[in-house]
């Protein structure tokens, strides 16, 4: 014990930024042990383990925390939040006693807002009610709470119930490859969805390069952590206010083709301050008779809930109510009244935001944030009115089979492309042979035949592109986020797989001759080919334009027709 004490000073912290996914600006660091090594262990995990079996763990870990707050605090930069990885077992140990990190704080003079507990899935609480009483107290001392690696345990869900968590921290495990890899993609897409509507935010964990980056930020992933924005530093003065300089933030220009929100659907409820009081509260609603609720904020204006006037009724209507309200004591009881709420980034869209409302049950409506902060409440009238209008013009204008869009938004799509200089990669998709398979099997198998292309395009390509149905066994595709070469290689699995599909609407005969006979367009019987369906691919850069492009594409789709190259796949660029 002794040796491990006296060598504490060894050690030391590396800090890593947290950054806002759209805009680049830094939000936290997370504190990360380095050199155990110089303490004997090669892991930290190791080290954890030795000082939890030795009865240190507590000693130890308050030791870690002054060591990291006193480093953080050189860093510098106003509102930063700074997360501290907390050993679970640290709260089971026979000396845990509250309240040592909030006089650290005092000492040190940091805000206890600015700190947020990282905790893991790897270690289960037997006392469960113990653990909930104890996260509780930290949430009234005023810090957040992280689940670390959420995903890589059995007990992630569970803990995310019980802790009442701020935050989320997707595993790299699932952030690595996400961009290829679909089942990650569907699992982040989901547990985002879930978080947001709790009113958590997220984190993804390991973000190295700019094919994740674009795929969590089409996910709606809040923060990004990884080598692609720093690698982790022993320097402070590494530390940079914003991150907006770096490439991948400066150049993506791609676009949303989800409706902006009209704004005149958002009202601006004025907020109530997490400082307030009780009495504070009571005078808020009494001059806001109208508000049945108010959104909460903290001093940055970041939105941390909302508290509605049913939760407080008992005490201010109660004989003492009003004088208790103003008694100091009670002030800390505010927080006990917050809940968390759904909440949308503006920059998501309608789509987005109808998406979320429709898997909530009970709430009043949305709170839209702007870059994290607070920015104003769609109401459930105005999600109604927004769910109206978005479906009445989906069905102005989309094919009446398929549900896709149509020419309009075609139109509208390359129009933005083209005068806003967007990389892209354009695909035309035509099916071969579909006039004598619709003459001999019907226009209903016809219908079948564009119906299993249409999902698989819809079941394979990201939301974030865009799928268009031209008409007829005509569609169309543009790519915002794929590379020539990951468009191709697409290109060809979805050729593959709908000659596979489409076979079950052949005869048991036709399928083994691996042909048809049908009439052409002269009346004369012939052999023609299953279906199958070829492609012509155009990439458009910053040296294209609209006039080129319908000239190339007009010469690709003929030479797609002729099998020039494998997979019936003709290039322009």
Same mark, same amino acid.
């Given at each position: 014990?002794?040796?491990?004490?006296?060598?504490?000073?060894?050690?030391?912290?590396?800090?890593?930024?947290?950054?806002?996914?759209?805009?680049?600006?830094?939000?936290?660091?997370?504190?990360?042990?380095?050199?155990?090594?110089?303490?004997?262990? /090669?892991?930290?995990?190791?080290?954890?383990?030795?000082?939890?079996?030795?009865?240190?763990?507590?000693?130890?870990?308050? %030791?870690?925390?002054?060591?990291?707050?006193?480093?953080?605090?050189?860093?510098?930069?106003?509102?930063?939040?700074?997360?501290?990885?907390?050993?679970?077992?640290?709260?089971?140990?026979?000396?845990?006693?509250?309240?040592?990190?909030?006089?650290?704080?005092?000492?040190?003079?940091?805000?206890?807002? $600015?700190?947020?507990?990282?905790?893991?899935?790897?270690?289960?609480?037997?006392?469960?009610?113990?653990?909930?009483?104890?996260?509780?107290?930290?949430?009234?001392?005023?810090?957040?709470?992280?689940?670390?690696?959420?995903?890589?345990?059995?007990?992630?869900?569970?803990?995310?119930?019980?802790?009442?968590?701020?935050?989320?921290?997707?595993?790299?495990?699932?952030?690595?490859?996400? /961009?290829?890899?679909?089942?990650?993609?569907?699992?982040?897409?989901?547990?985002?969805?879930?978080?947001?509507?709790?009113?958590?935010?997220?984190?993804?964990?390991?973000?190295?390069?700019?094919?994740?980056?674009?795929?969590?930020?089409?996910?709606?992933?809040?923060?990004?952590?990884?080598?692609?924005?720093?690698?982790?530093?022993?320097?402070?003065?590494?530390?940079?206010?914003?991150?907006?300089?770096?490439?991948?933030?400066?150049?993506?220009?791609?676009?949303?083709?989800?409706? $902006?929100?009209?704004?005149?659907?958002?009202?601006?409820?004025?907020?109530?301050?997490?400082?307030?009081?009780?009495?504070?509260?009571?005078?808020?609603?009494?001059?806001?008779?109208?508000?049945?609720?108010?959104?909460?904020?903290?001093?940055?204006?970041?939105?941390?809930?909302?508290?509605?006037?049913?939760?407080?009724?008992?005490?201010?209507?109660?004989?003492?109510?009003?004088?208790?309200?103003?008694?100091?004591?009670?002030?800390?009881?505010?927080?006990?009244?917050?809940?968390?709420?759904?909440?949308?980034?503006?920059?998501?869209?309608?789509?987005?935001?109808?998406?979320?409302?429709?898997?909530?049950?009970?709430?009043?409506?949305?709170?839209?944030?702007?870059?994290?902060?607070?920015?104003?409440?769609?109401?459930?009238?105005?999600?109604?009115?927004?769910?109206?209008?978005?479906?009445?013009? %989906?069905?102005?204008?989309?094919?009446?089979?398929?549900?896709?869009?149509?020419?309009?938004?075609?139109?509208?799509?390359?129009?933005?492309?083209?005068? !806003?200089?967007?990389?892209?990669?354009?695909?035309?998709?035509? @099916?071969?042979?579909?006039?004598?398979?619709?003459?001999?099997?019907?226009?209903?198998?016809?219908?079948?035949?564009?119906?299993? @292309?249409?999902?698989?395009?819809?079941?394979?390509?990201?939301? !974030?592109?865009?799928?268009?149905?031209?008409?007829?066994?005509?569609?169309?595709?543009?790519?915002?986020?794929?590379?020539?070469?990951?468009?191709?290689?697409?290109? $060809?699995?979805?050729?593959?797989?709908?000659?596979?599909?489409?076979?079950?609407?052949?005869?048991?005969?036709?399928?083994?001759?691996?042909?048809? %006979?049908?009439?052409?367009?002269?009346?004369?019987?012939?052999?023609?080919?299953?279906?199958?369906?070829?492609?012509?691919?155009?990439?458009?850069?910053?040296?294209?334009?609209?006039?080129?492009?319908?000239?190339?594409?007009?010469?690709?789709?003929?030479?797609?027709?002729?099998?020039?190259?494998?997979?019936?796949?003709?290039?322009?660029?």
């Amino acid at each position: 014990m002794t040796n491990i004490v006296s060598n504490i000073d060894k050690l030391d912290f590396a800090f890593q930024p947290i950054v806002n996914t759209y805009s680049g600006k830094i939000f936290a660091v997370e504190a990360l042990i380095r050199n155990t090594h110089y303490l004997g262990f /090669n892991e930290i995990s190791d080290f954890f383990d030795y000082i939890y079996r030795k009865e240190m763990l507590f000693e130890i870990d308050n %030791i870690l925390r002054e060591k990291a707050l006193k480093k953080y605090k050189k860093i510098g930069i106003k509102d930063l939040k700074l997360f501290y990885n907390v050993d679970n077992r640290f709260f089971t140990v026979k000396d845990f006693k509250l309240g040592t990190t909030f006089k650290l704080l005092q000492k040190l003079d940091i805000g206890a807002d $600015k700190l947020c507990f990282e905790l893991t899935e790897h270690f289960k609480f037997d006392d469960q009610k113990l653990f909930v009483d104890i996260i509780n107290s930290y949430k009234k001392y005023g810090y957040s709470i992280a689940i670390d690696d959420f995903g890589t345990g059995i007990s992630g869900l569970h803990l995310l119930y019980i802790s009442d968590t701020n935050y989320i921290k997707i595993d790299k495990f699932f952030i690595q490859n996400i /961009n290829i890899d679909h089942k990650k993609k569907l699992f982040c897409a989901s547990l985002v969805d879930m978080a947001h509507i709790m009113g958590i935010k997220v984190i993804a964990e390991g973000v190295e390069n700019i094919a994740e980056y674009y795929t969590c930020k089409d996910l709606k992933i809040d923060f990004i952590q990884g080598y692609l924005v720093s690698k982790p530093t022993l320097n402070v003065e590494d530390i940079k206010k914003s991150y907006t300089k770096l490439k991948f933030f400066k150049e993506d220009k791609r676009v949303s083709f989800n409706n $902006k929100i009209d704004k005149s659907y958002i009202e601006r409820i004025e907020p109530i301050s997490d400082s307030s009081t009780l009495h504070d509260l009571f005078i808020y609603f009494k001059e806001h008779t109208r508000n049945t609720f108010v959104p909460v904020v903290d001093k940055n204006s970041n939105i941390l809930g909302a508290i509605y006037e049913v939760d407080i009724k008992k005490i201010s209507y109660s004989q003492y109510g009003l004088a208790l309200s103003k008694n100091d004591s009670f002030r800390a009881k505010l927080k006990h009244f917050i809940k968390p709420v759904p909440q949308i980034d503006i920059k998501w869209g309608i789509d987005k935001a109808l998406e979320i409302f429709h898997m909530m049950n009970d709430a009043k409506g949305i709170y839209v944030t702007k870059e994290n902060k607070y920015y104003g409440f769609i109401s459930l009238n105005n999600l109604l009115s927004l769910s109206y209008k978005r479906n009445l013009e %989906i069905a102005q204008n989309q094919n009446p089979l398929t549900k896709l869009p149509g020419n309009k938004q075609i139109e509208v799509f390359l129009h933005t492309v083209f005068s !806003e200089n967007l990389y892209s990669n354009i695909v035309y998709f035509d @099916f071969n042979d579909f006039k004598p398979f619709n003459d001999k099997y019907g226009f209903r198998q016809g219908d079948r035949a564009i119906l299993i @292309f249409s999902e698989l395009l819809q079941k394979t390509i990201s939301s !974030e592109n865009f799928i268009a149905h031209i008409g007829g066994d005509d569609f169309f595709i543009g790519f915002l986020d794929k590379t020539y070469e990951e468009v191709y290689e697409i290109v $060809k699995v979805l050729m593959k797989t709908f000659k596979i599909n489409v076979s079950s609407l052949y005869s048991q005969e036709d399928v083994n001759r691996k042909y048809i %006979i049908a009439k052409d367009r002269f009346g004369v019987e012939r052999s023609f080919n299953l279906l199958s369906v070829c492609a012509a691919i155009v990439e458009i850069n910053e040296k294209a334009s609209e006039e080129k492009f319908n000239e190339m594409l007009g010469k690709i789709k003929k030479q797609s027709k002729l099998y020039s190259l494998p997979y019936g796949i003709s290039i322009g660029v």
